[in-house]
């Protein structure tokens, strides 16, 4: 009974493994008559439609496009099976560049238009040389436009700048450019009279300092430049003292004023590359004659001005002297 089992056993193996040959050969045959129709077919002349971005770039500044641009072009072509699979395949496909600025000219009809002849040109720089052209869709590309009024606006620091202690600024800070060319409809260009930047923050700022900053965006609005560089001069300072003689202003001609003292102390702080550079004529200590029409008192308040830059927090004494006024 046991031989008998053995038998039938031995039987089943050979059986499975005649079986797994037979299925083994059959894939290969299948395969292999699958890779010949496949060979057979990417031989074969083809007609496809292949959809190739377009890229627009350097749009005129002093325009806007009033219509939607294509954003890509419908190409029917014929070339073999493998030509068009390796094409589709590839990672290096090209866009269809549009160089706005080169080829932007202003028409009666307000519109540009790359030509048949161009497109196809630059479309034949994108696909296999092997290809050939049946259809473009669009066949050339029409673009409306408007041109816009422009103006030139100045440009307004908006942040805030913190500077450390003992430090001052050592001239005006510079922005450059200073005024911006601005592009718009002349509705909005009316309304505008600055330009801000976006703001920003700079604190404890010890040393000569340059930052870029960008204009504060407005809707519907062009700007020529969008980048604007700020130049904060930063020095130390030190505080420096002058005697002042006290003058009259706005007095009549046959009218003399006399203080009693007839000067004052001032004292400021000044960058210490401007310290030996300023002197008694950059600062001016007056009374005014238009003030004494309406006083009771015999004193009077000294009022200080400077035209300098340089000079920071400016302080005098006395604040008020005792006056007399007499005939010439």
Request: aromatic letters at 8%.
């Amino acid at each position: 009974m046991s031989e008998i089992r053995t038998i039938l056993h031995h039987k089943k193996r050979k059986t499975r493994a005649t079986l797994s040959r037979d299925a083994l050969v059959f894939l290969f045959c299948v395969a292999l008559s699958t890779i010949f129709w496949l060979l057979f077919t990417l031989s074969k002349t083809k007609v496809e439609e292949l959809s190739i971005p377009v890229v627009y770039s350097n749009y005129p500044v002093n325009y806007i496009i009033t219509d939607s641009l294509h954003q890509e072009i419908k190409v029917r072509i014929k070339d073999s099976g493998f030509s068009i699979l390796f094409y589709q395949l590839s990672n290096n496909q090209k866009n269809i560049q549009i160089d706005l600025k080169k080829c932007f000219t202003e028409t009666k009809t307000k519109t540009l238009c790359l030509s048949q002849v161009k497109l196809q040109k630059s479309v034949l720089q994108t696909i296999r040389p092997s290809m050939q052209i049946l259809h473009i869709y669009p066949s050339r590309i029409t673009v409306k436009y408007e041109k816009l009024y422009e103006k030139e606006l100045p440009i307004v620091l908006k942040g805030n700048i913190d500077l450390s202690q003992q430090h001052i600024l050592k001239d005006p800070i510079k922005i450059q450019p200073s005024i911006v060319k601005v592009y718009g409809a002349k509705s909005s260009l009316d309304n505008l009279k600055v330009l801000y930047t976006k703001a920003f923050n700079l604190t404890n700022i010890s040393k000569t300092t340059q930052v870029t900053t960008r204009l504060q965006p407005i809707k519907n609005i062009r700007f020529s430049v969008n980048e604007i560089k700020v130049f904060i001069p930063v020095e130390l300072y030190t505080e420096k003292t002058l005697t002042i003689p006290i003058v009259g202003k706005n007095f009549p001609e046959h009218i003399q004023l006399k203080t009693f003292p007839s000067t004052v102390n001032v004292k400021f702080n000044v960058g210490l590359s401007k310290f030996n550079a300023i002197n008694t004529n950059d600062i001016h200590a007056f009374i005014n004659y238009n003030n004494l029409l309406n006083a009771k008192e015999g004193k009077q308040t000294v009022e200080i001005t400077t035209s300098s830059y340089s000079i920071k927090n400016l302080n005098h004494s006395p604040k008020m002297v005792e006056y007399i006024l007499e005939g010439k």
